[in-house]
């Protein structure tokens, strides 16, 4: 099955600074990414998200990278805000009935 | 507040006790998924409906887990026999037909005493 590795676990920047999470996946048959944040007491939210057939994908503050000959992908935060602060999950999917496999997590700690 | 609820949000129980949980997704999502994640941990996927059709159960789903989504819409996941190690959170997430983005819902917070 899919294995989605993620790091760092944590992540502290300075407010306005950018933050950087990377994931590798295994099964090449994946071809949907997205990325997840949950604050605490509630469920992953998504974010933004990114298929096989696209190389980068960005909205807003926010930006996705996907490298399919490497299986990487990352996700990458501009001018960082307190707001920021939670887990973010980067995840992995084959399609079809979108079984999800999700990485370890990320927490990010924006300090203002 | 995605539109996919869940109830209970919080349930302790005893060791050995049942207990069953309800999910209710978005009204025209027609998949709807069960995962399980503990702390520090990202979701792992339990199980998925289409409408009213248990289309795939992951191997985390022993035989004392059963799920049922009787007319397609709301689903209920029944744990018998609690065990301590079935303390998590159980998230519920539904979709629409091809489209991959999966909504969540809160969870529900399950402490096996």
């Known amino acids: 099955g899919e294995n989605v590795e993620q790091h760092p676990s944590t992540l502290s920047v300075q407010e306005g600074d950018s933050a950087v999470i990377k994931c590798t996946y295994s099964?090449?048959?994946?071809?949907?990414f997205p990325w997840y944040k949950q604050e605490l007491g509630k469920g992953p939210q998504l974010i933004i998200d990114i298929r096989s057939n696209v190389g980068e994908k960005k909205d807003q503050r926010i930006a996705v990278t996907l490298n399919k000959t490497a299986k990487h992908f990352s996700l990458h935060i501009t001018e960082t805000q307190p707001e920021d602060s939670a887990v973010y999950f980067c995840a992995a999917s084959t399609g079809g009935y979108q079984k999800v496999t999700f990485g370890t997590g990320t927490k990010l700690q924006v300090i203002p | 507040d995605t539109g996919v609820s869940q109830d209970p949000r919080h349930k302790i129980t005893k060791r050995g006790q049942n207990v069953t949980f309800r999910c209710d997704p978005i009204?025209?999502?027609?998949?709807l998924y069960w995962y399980r994640q503990t702390l520090g941990q990202g979701p792992e996927f339990l199980t998925y409906f289409q409408n009213e059709a248990q289309l795939e159960k992951s191997r985390l789903l022993s035989d004392r887990f059963s799920a049922e989504r009787p007319k397609g819409s709301f689903s209920t996941l029944e744990i018998q026999r609690t065990e301590q190690g079935d303390s998590a959170m159980y998230l519920c997430?539904?979709?629409?037909?091809?489209?991959?983005?999966?909504?969540f819902g809160p969870g529900t917070r399950l402490t096996v005493l």
């Open positions: 997430a539904s979709s629409l037909g091809s489209l991959n983005e999966q909504f």
């Open positions: 099964d090449s048959a994946s071809n949907y």
């Open positions: 009204s025209e999502h027609n998949r």
